[in-house]
């Protein structure tokens, strides 16, 4: 089993910064390269959404949903199973608890939708005043 433990979450003002890290632990030797990783979000009252998406082995390409292109980036670190979504310009509708998710499938499809999840982590909380 591969466990995803979320940290980086907290309380900042609109227009500030925060680093969100996922670290992969459990079954990972030698795999975490091999799946797409990516990031949701979930505003109380409101659906799961897509956020951010990596794909497998070098992530040479990102996704982004639209309101947070040009504000977030995610990035991976496979020498540390860990993949981290650096979030700028913070404005309070960014207000949510993000999950950290893993592919489905090994060498698949990069993520974008909750199908395409394999494992979840426990989620962090990030809130945004104004």
């Known amino acids: 089993q591969v466990q995803l433990v979320e940290s980086g979450g907290g309380l900042v003002q609109a227009g500030g910064s925060l680093r969100l890290s996922c670290v992969a632990s459990?079954?990972?030797?030698?795999?975490?390269?091999?799946?797409?990783m990516g990031w949701f979000r979930q505003a109380p009252g409101k659906e799961r959404e897509f956020v951010a998406a990596?794909?497998?082995?070098?992530?040479?390409?990102?996704d982004y949903e639209e309101s947070v292109k040009g504000r977030f980036t995610i990035s991976r670190d496979n020498a540390k199973n860990t993949v981290y979504l650096q979030m700028t310009s913070l404005k309070p509708g960014d207000t949510a608890v993000y999950y950290c998710?893993?592919?489905?499938?090994?060498?698949?499809?990069?993520?974008?939708?909750?199908?395409?999840?394999?494992?979840w982590g426990q989620g962090t909380q990030v809130t945004v005043s104004s």
């Open positions: 998710a893993r592919g489905g499938l090994p060498i698949g499809l990069t993520i974008r939708t909750a199908r395409d999840v394999g494992t």
């Open positions: 459990g079954r990972t030797f030698d795999t975490f390269s091999l799946y797409s």
């Open positions: 990596i794909s497998w082995g070098s992530g040479t390409t990102p």
